[in-house]
């Protein structure tokens, strides 16, 4: 028999499913659309493609690949194609949008097929219902080796007819056999060699006469193979045979007892195991490249294989595994690939983000008493800041006619309470709305300030805001220093989203704050819940008006923003005394004194941020240890060298100073 | 005095300083080398040595008096100063305590590195502070008895006692005996040979006087 000949009349080993997309799928998602997948099924072998979220028309191009061990007319289920779309539900069950079962074997058979082609999709009892759409399919059948299943055949034999010589033959001829492999898509898998193979060649020999094209190798092997069947049948009952054949060949039977369908489960269920549990293939993926990976010498391991593949289960599972999953290995590869991909690339989008996390949880530890107390402050300062604002400008603007109107409003406003904070808080955000990141409305805030303000008045606010900042820094020096390392990461990530123009050093203060996440900050996120509502229901038009133009003091207004509940308290009909007379002395002070305060303690670091204040003390205490642990290197360098001139030349150690005035 | 112009000397004897900074180990020297004194003299970095000639009996001695600073730790060169020394004058400040409390533990470091005769002089320096003296003379007298050393109180800066303690050290309360091995060590280990060290020494002299 020419390997000619055999390549011309191959049977599948296994076949390989693309599943290229669908179209007409009935809609069971949102918005019209589904979350489509595919199951790809044959027999127990599924494979499941990636989602196609939001799609009328999926398309995934997955394929996966099934090994073909029983494939002949008489096992039907080994010789079904499943392609189940289904819906991914939000909730519940995912929904059966239809599936299309295609008959591997007619398909085979039918010669003038298209390789890829719309297979329709049918209900779940495989019946024509409704129109469920179709689904395109690209199936292609694979032989891995042929020759390699003609040496099984006759190895099976072998112990029986004790050809042990010719084995070698078959062996060497096999090998060349090898570059005769059908397959090229699946060429690391072709070396090896299943018994389904054989098992199919000889079940199509032993079975049906329906079974057509075997004439060649049914006048060679047809004889051996019924005695085979026999005896693989009397084996399955016999236990004790195969150990006898272990490292033979002869344990073919379990493909080829398919005539009564009881021993045929049983096998099918020895040789599923065996053949490496193909069911989960994902998980064997893995098992399946290592298998590959040892199919260096195929030769024996498929002895090895056979004769231990139905009653020596646990004796070779490397071999086990070797063998079929060979062929369907490069699904199951595959399908681990992209599973693995997904994965990683979630891994790697969410990475970060528990670093992150866990940085800035361990910071929001330290910091929570801090964080405590600048709130107080903050309270405190937006009363203080109320009370400043309407003293600064008496006194600075009591020409003004602005003045008087802030003044109107100011008085409005203490009637009013909360609901004229809340509405500046909502104008405040109509404005900053406008604005992508937080320092940048507050810088906008001051902006607004500032037009009624004095530059030197919103400079020393700031000013005065730094010190507060590095007051809470003084409080919370403790926390400081254990911080400091993650400040420094932090920083960085803070540093590069918070580009401003000009750093605002409350800002920082708040960034210190809230070290998880900005988000609590943002304006916008804050609008829905707490401004809106309560705007609409306490406040006309007119104290919209009024209040978007109120120079509400910025840090009350963020410290409105920032919490609701701040701002449930915060509001007061009257202007109250702060509750820390210190602090207030500190903050209320007026802004020219605070700057001049600050202009005369200025030194070249006024000008920074908390955060960059920290960063430069992190920075000039590595800077230190640098420096200590250069100190110790000088040192032992000087140690050496003046242990060298102790035992040289000590002259050199003769004091030098002879000239010091006595 | 002979400040130590000799050239020729049978012996080299190495003397070394040690005690807690500040209690005036460098001022010792000068003193006894130079004849010299600084009220402003800074810590001293680093390892270094003045030489004195003097007469002892019959012998010419090259005093080698070696002062550091910064041995609290071990250092490499740790050894290497104590090497060879027949003498120590371990100073404290009779003002302050603490560094007389320190003194069991500089005599452990000596006995660690030195040789086992070498002679030590518990030194109580500043005695010109007698206003300021929080260790009694009679304590570290009895210390000192006890753990067998010599015992002076000294002042740097009137010159009390640090000729006769450098000599009582250089000499040995238990005669030169005891020293002699040391002495031979101490002649070997200094290949310079006595002319180089003879001339540097008289050259500070002269710059200095």
């Not at chain 1, 398909?107 to 689904?135: A, P, Y």
């Not at chain 1, 303000?453 to 900042?469: F, G, H, I, N, P």
């Not at chain 1, 704050?513 to 006309?540: A, G, Y």
């Not at chain 1, 700057?595 to 960059?612: C, D, H």
């Amino acid at each position: 028999m020419s390997l000619a000949d055999q390549s011309q009349q191959w049977f599948p080993t296994s076949v390989q499913v693309t599943v290229h997309q669908a179209r007409n799928l009935r809609v069971k998602g949102k918005n019209g659309t589904n979350d489509a997948y595919a199951i790809i099924q044959v027999a127990k072998d599924k494979f499941s493609t990636s989602v196609a979220e939001k799609c009328v028309a999926p398309v995934w191009k997955e394929e996966a690949s099934f090994d073909l061990p029983l494939f002949h007319p008489g096992n039907t289920e080994r010789c079904t194609l499943y392609v189940i779309v289904m819906h991914r539900a939000q909730v519940g069950l995912d929904k059966f949008l239809g599936q299309a079962v295609v008959n591997l074997l007619d398909l085979h058979d039918n010669k003038s097929r298209k390789k890829t082609d719309w297979f329709k999709l049918v209900d779940k009892t495989g019946k024509e219902d409704k129109v469920r759409g179709e689904v395109m399919l690209d199936i292609q059948f694979m032989r891995n080796n042929m020759s390699a299943s003609m040496f099984d055949l006759s190895m099976q034999d072998k112990p029986r007819s004790r050809i042990s010589k010719l084995k070698d033959k078959v062996r060497g001829k096999k090998k060349d056999g090898f570059s005769d492999s059908v397959s090229a898509i699946v060429p690391s898998v072709s070396q090896v060699l299943t018994d389904s193979e054989g098992e199919a060649d000889a079940q199509s020999l032993n079975q049906s006469p329906g079974v057509k094209k075997k004439s060649k190798l049914k006048s060679l092997f047809a004889p051996k193979s019924n005695l085979q069947r026999n005896i693989s049948q009397s084996m399955s009952t016999l236990g004790t045979l195969p150990e006898k054949n272990s490292s033979l060949s002869g344990s073919r039977s379990s493909g080829l007892n398919i005539d009564s369908p009881e021993v045929k489960k049983k096998f099918k269920f020895l040789g599923h195991k065996r053949t490496g549990s193909s069911d989960s293939k994902v998980s064997q993926g893995p098992f399946s490249l290592l298998g590959r990976s040892k199919q260096s010498n195929s030769d024996l391991n498929n002895l090895c294989i056979n004769g231990s593949h139905v009653y020596a289960e646990e004796a070779e599972p490397k071999s086990g595994s070797t063998l079929s999953l060979n062929s369907s290995g490069q699904g199951s590869v595959e399908d681990v690939r992209k599973h693995t991909s997904d994965a990683s690339a979630d891994s790697l989008r969410s990475a970060p983000v528990p670093v992150y996390r866990r940085e800035s949880t361990d910071r929001a530890i330290l910091e929570q008493q801090r964080h405590q107390e600048e709130e107080e402050r903050r309270q405190a300062e937006e009363r203080r800041m109320a009370e400043e604002k309407r003293l600064e400008e008496e006194e600075r603007y009591r020409a003004e006619a602005k003045r008087l109107q802030e003044e109107e409003e100011r008085r409005y406003q203490e009637e009013q309470g909360r609901k004229r904070r809340l509405i500046e808080d909502e104008a405040r955000r109509k404005k900053q709305k406008e604005e992508e990141e937080e320092r940048r409305k507050q810088e906008e805030e001051r902006r607004i300030e500032n037009q009624r303000l004095e530059e030197e008045r919103s400079k020393a606010e700031e000013q005065k805001r730094q010190e507060e900042a590095s007051m809470s820094d003084r409080l919370s020096s403790l926390f400081g220093m254990i911080r400091k390392k993650e400040e420094k990461k932090e920083e960085v990530q803070q540093h590069s989203k918070e580009e401003l123009p000009t750093p605002a050093p409350r800002s920082d203060s708040r960034d210190s704050d809230q070290p998880i996440s900005h988000h609590p900050t943002n304006p916008f996120e804050d609008i829905p819940l707490s401004s809106d509502l309560r705007v609409s229901s306490n406040e006309s038009p007119a104290d919209h008006q009024k209040s978007s133009h109120n120079p509400q003091p910025p840090s009350a207004m963020v410290f409105l923003n920032r919490t609701a509940k701040v701002s449930a308290v915060k509001p007061r009909p009257h202007p109250v005394k702060p509750l820390t007379p210190v602090e207030s002395q500190h903050a209320t002070s007026t802004p020219g004194k605070i700057k001049v305060a600050n202009s005369g303690e200025s030194g070249p670091y006024t000008q920074l941020t908390q955060e960059e204040l920290i960063t430069l003390v992190v920075k000039q205490q590595t800077d230190l240890s640098r420096k200590d642990a250069k100190i110790v290197e000088l040192e032992e360098y000087i140690d050496n060298l003046v242990l060298r001139v102790i035992e040289e030349k000590p002259s050199i150690l003769q004091a030098i100073n002879h000239a010091k005035p006595v | 005095r002979n400040m130590g112009s000799d050239d020729s000397y049978n012996f080299v004897f190495k003397v070394v300083l040690i005690g807690e900074s500040g209690v005036g180990k460098s001022n010792l020297l000068s003193r006894f080398t130079k004849n010299e004194f600084s009220h402003d003299s800074r810590t001293t970095i680093g390892v270094e040595f003045s030489t004195r000639t003097i007469q002892l009996d019959n012998f010419t001695i090259k005093a080698q008096i070696w002062d550091t600073a910064g041995l609290e730790r071990y250092r490499a060169i740790t050894s290497a100063y104590y090497r060879g020394a027949v003498g120590a004058l371990l100073v404290y400040d009779i003002s302050k305590h603490l560094t007389y409390e320190s003194a069991e533990r500089w005599l452990k470091e000596l006995y660690d590195h030195a040789d086992p005769h070498i002679v030590v002089m518990l030194v109580g320096n500043k005695r010109d502070l007698e206003t300021l003296r929080t260790v009694p003379s009679e304590e570290a007298k009895d210390f000192a008895d006890k753990k067998g050393l010599m015992f002076m109180e000294t002042s740097a800066l009137d010159s009390t006692n640090v000729e006769v303690a450098f000599h009582e050290v250089l000499t040995g309360k238990r005669g030169l005996k005891v020293t002699r091995g040391s002495i031979s060590a101490v002649t070997i280990s200094n290949p310079l040979g006595p002319t180089s060290e003879a001339q540097e020494e008289r050259r500070g002299c002269c710059s200095s006087s």
